[in-house]
């Protein structure tokens, strides 16, 4: 059974940093696109940040850009999102998710998803 599970989250401190990992099982996601989505309550899943299967090209939503970085290890089958400089706004469920397309900030071209880990940043 296809899986991801993320890890990483916790309680920072605005300035702060926090590495998340998502952990890819059941069947090979290196030829995925991966992405970074986030959801903070009342509001709608959004996008944070992609990576081609190969690693070679990156995508950041403008609220993250400069401070965020997605990598991943395909040997290991994990994506990393690092993030420095966090802000109160940042605080949210972060999820990853998978997609064989090529539209990388759309919720809706994703094929697999974790089931989130929680980052809240304190003011």
């Known amino acids: 059974q296809e899986q991801l599970v993320e890890s990483g989250g916790g309680l920072v401190q605005a300035g702060g940093s926090l590495r998340l990992s998502c952990a890819a099982s059941g069947r090979t996601f290196s030829r995925y696109n991966m992405g970074w989505f986030r959801q903070a309550p009342g509001k709608e899943r959004e996008f944070v940040a992609a990576i081609t299967w190969t690693g070679s090209y990156t995508y950041y939503a403008d609220a993250v850009k400069g401070r965020f970085t997605i990598f991943r290890d395909n040997a290991d089958n994990t994506v990393y999102l690092q993030m420095n400089s966090l802000k109160p706004d940042d605080t949210a469920v972060y999820y990853c998710?998978?997609?064989?397309?090529?539209?990388?900030?759309?919720?809706?071209?994703?094929?697999?998803w974790g089931r989130g880990t929680q980052v809240t940043v304190s003011s």
């Open positions: 998710g998978a997609t064989g397309t090529n539209y990388y900030t759309s919720a809706l071209s994703y094929d697999y």
